[in-house]
């Protein structure tokens, strides 16, 4: 039973993997065609927390979250950026420079967080949440087995089929530059 389980976790998890690097690349595709939607930010690492050489506001992550939000003012499209998608990484850095005020920053800002290893690092992606794009199902998840007698085998197939589009293309920026 648990063998089974694990297996049917790795085959989820790989095709989780997978679309989420396919929402990337059209990601990045749409963003190709708009270059307003890139945004060279701060390199997070090299943030000075205290002392007498302590960073100023422009050196904080901070300062993208609000660059990002006033590029969508500016754009006034009603754009109102909630989501930053970023590399464990960078999640990790930001974690490290405001410490136990961590959740408060980024509270204040109105945003949320999230990591994924399909992004690279030192990148980001700055969304409004749910209005960037579609995904719909082409063909629902699905899963065929079939026995190989001779063999003493039983053989395992599932797939689903998913098509992504931007319809927003100003719902969402690229950041680079976070790592140096």
Not at 52 to 61: D, G
């Given at each position: 039973?648990?063998?089974?389980?694990?297996?049917?976790?790795?085959?989820?998890?790989?095709?989780?993997?997978?679309?989420?690097?396919?929402?990337?690349?059209?990601?990045?595709?749409?963003?190709?065609?708009?270059?307003?939607?890139?945004?060279?930010g701060v390199n997070w690492?090299?943030?000075?927390?205290?002392?007498?050489?302590?960073?100023?506001?422009?050196?904080?992550?901070?300062?993208?979250?609000?660059?990002?939000?006033?590029?969508?003012?500016?754009?006034?499209?009603?754009?109102?950026?909630?989501?930053?998608?970023?590399?464990?990484?960078?999640?990790?850095?930001?974690?490290?420079?405001?410490?136990?005020?961590?959740?408060?920053?980024?509270?204040?800002?109105?945003?949320?967080?999230?990591?994924?290893?399909?992004?690279?690092?030192?990148?980001?992606?700055?969304?409004?949440?749910?209005?960037?794009?579609?995904?719909?199902?082409?063909?629902?998840?699905?899963?065929?087995?079939?026995?190989?007698?001779?063999?003493?085998?039983?053989?395992?197939?599932?797939?689903?089929?998913?098509?992504?589009?931007?319809?927003?293309?100003?719902?969402?920026?690229?950041?680079?530059?976070?790592?140096?």
């Amino acid at each position: 039973g648990s063998a089974i389980q694990r297996e049917g976790r790795k085959i989820m998890n790989a095709m989780i993997r997978r679309q989420d690097a396919r929402a990337i690349a059209i990601l990045d595709a749409s963003i190709a065609a708009n270059a307003s939607q890139t945004v060279t930010g701060v390199n997070w690492s090299s943030v000075v927390t205290g002392g007498s050489s302590q960073s100023n506001a422009s050196a904080w992550p901070a300062e993208d979250f609000a660059k990002i939000q006033l590029l969508a003012d500016t754009q006034e499209l009603g754009v109102e950026i909630d989501t930053w998608l970023v590399n464990p990484a960078q999640l990790a850095q930001l974690r490290l420079v405001y410490g136990s005020d961590y959740a408060d920053v980024i509270a204040s800002y109105g945003i949320t967080i999230a990591a994924s290893n399909r992004i690279a690092a030192g990148t980001a992606y700055a969304i409004e949440s749910g209005q960037v794009g579609e995904m719909r199902y082409e063909k629902q998840l699905s899963t065929e087995t079939w026995r190989e007698p001779e063999t003493q085998r039983t053989w395992v197939q599932t797939d689903a089929r998913f098509v992504q589009v931007v319809t927003n293309p100003f719902g969402v920026v690229k950041v680079t530059g976070l790592a140096g």
